[in-house]
């Protein structure tokens, strides 16, 4: 039977892994091949801290990752996409974030959560990582890092923990240990990925539900802006204290427990106990995404994809006009792609400040999408923009 694109791809990282594996632990004796994906959000966009739902899905790109258990308690970490860092090292006896550790703090990051929720690690281990997903680019290398870590853990140590106690802990340890207050939407998105479906998730209670996602003649194409974000230095939260402040000032008029609770009615009906400007846009967003999302997943299920398209472009528009979260490298994107015949729907995606666009684009559009976009970036921005056309993929897997 002839593999497909994705297994031989996975095959051949498989192997570079290894490889690079026995070059810089001398052996790869005992050692396990991981991979964990990226995410890309379709809609439903700062709205996983405000008791939203939103619509991600796993990607066929994502980290690969070597494991073995050593006889000490030393960790050593190697990432072939941080080659200069070299080997950083470690030990189970001093788990706290640093900024020497670098990217080393997600994985040790899990570890330490593991640990906080009584899992001890008997040993240490020597993991080395290899990622295809850009760095910094919005389609959660981080997150995929920490799934990638949990699944590690519950493999070679017999843990018994779900995919969605890995979502959990992963966010856990972001929260805690990186001091990173995002939500549970990528972690989530990672952990339980399906092939083909995105995942309609209400963050209020962690339902879900897994949507086919058909496109037909059409594909998922992601613009990466090359304008790099992390979301520890981004304004990401500020925008939750500004919605959170909003909250506490509606509830003073109305009965409800987050942003999410609340339709674009009832919200214009009270929004005036929202005393400041910014806030009240802010809260609009939370509130009319949140809408926007159940509608998209309902126009999908009828297989209304152009409806679909429409609903991602005004999510756009609020997250560049309430949200103020986009600037003029996604903005520069999206509104090129706008002008282009055969794009079905195109918005920024993941946190914003930088990082990715996501677009549905016919099939017969795509390569002049990728020109006329590039071009148009490239002369307004100064710098050369990357796109990829995505595979939805599967959560965590053991390769080996
Ligand atoms: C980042 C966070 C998520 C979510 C998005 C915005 O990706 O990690 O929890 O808040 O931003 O939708």
Not at 280 to 290: D, G, L, P, Y
Request: aromatic share 8%.
């Amino acid at each position: 039977m002839q593999r497909s694109e994705t297994e031989s791809l996975k095959d051949r990282m498989t192997e570079a892994v290894l490889q690079k594996f026995e070059e810089i632990f001398g052996d790869a004796q005992g050692a396990r091949v991981f991979f964990a994906p990226g995410r890309v959000n379709l809609i439903g966009e700062h709205t996983d801290y405000n008791g939203g739902h939103v619509f991600p899905c796993a990607l066929t790109i994502g980290t690969y990752g070597v494991a073995r258990k050593r006889d000490d308690r030393l960790l050593r970490f190697y990432s072939m996409n941080f080659e200069q860092a070299g080997v950083i090292r470690s030990s189970l006896d001093e788990l706290a974030a640093s900024e020497e550790a670098g990217w080393t703090n997600y994985p040790k990051g899990v570890i330490w959560a593991f640990e906080e929720k009584g899992m001890k690690l008997p040993c240490g281990l020597d993991i080395l990582l290899n990622g295809n997903i850009p760095n910094g680019s919005g389609l959660s290398s981080s997150a995929s890092v920490e799934i990638l870590t949990g699944a590690m853990l519950r493999e070679l140590f017999g843990f018994q923990v779900t995919n969605q106690d890995l979502a959990l802990i992963g966010q856990y340890s972001e929260n805690n240990f990186n001091k990173v207050n995002c939500g549970i939407m990528d972690q989530f998105a990672i952990a339980m990925g399906k092939k083909d479906h995105a995942i309609f998730l209400d963050t209020a209670d962690l339902s879900y539900e897994y949507a086919p996602i058909a496109l037909p003649g059409a594909k998922i194409v992601i613009s990466c802006s090359n304008k790099k974000r992390g979301l520890g230095d981004s304004k990401y939260n500020q925008r939750r204290s500004e919605c959170e402040a909003a909250l506490a000032e509606l509830q003073k008029a109305v009965d409800i427990k987050s942003l999410g609770d609340l339709d674009l009615e009832t919200f214009e009906k009270y929004q005036t106990a929202v005393r400041d400007d910014i806030r009240r846009r802010r809260a609009r967003h939370a509130v009319s995404e949140n809408q926007r999302t159940i509608r998209a997943v309902e126009a999908l299920k009828r297989g209304d994809i152009a409806e679909f398209g429409k609903l991602m472009n005004a999510s756009h528009i609020s997250l560049r006009d309430d949200y103020e979260v986009t600037g003029a490298e996604l903005d520069t994107l999206v509104e090129e792609a706008w002008k282009i015949d055969g794009v079905i729907g195109s918005r920024m995606t993941g946190a914003g400040f930088g990082g990715c666009t996501v677009s549905i684009v016919k099939n017969e559009a795509i390569d002049g999408f990728i020109r006329r976009v590039g071009e148009a970036y490239l002369k307004k921005i100064g710098y050369a923009a990357d796109f990829y056309a995505v595979e939805i993929g599967d959560g965590p897997v053991t390769l080996m």
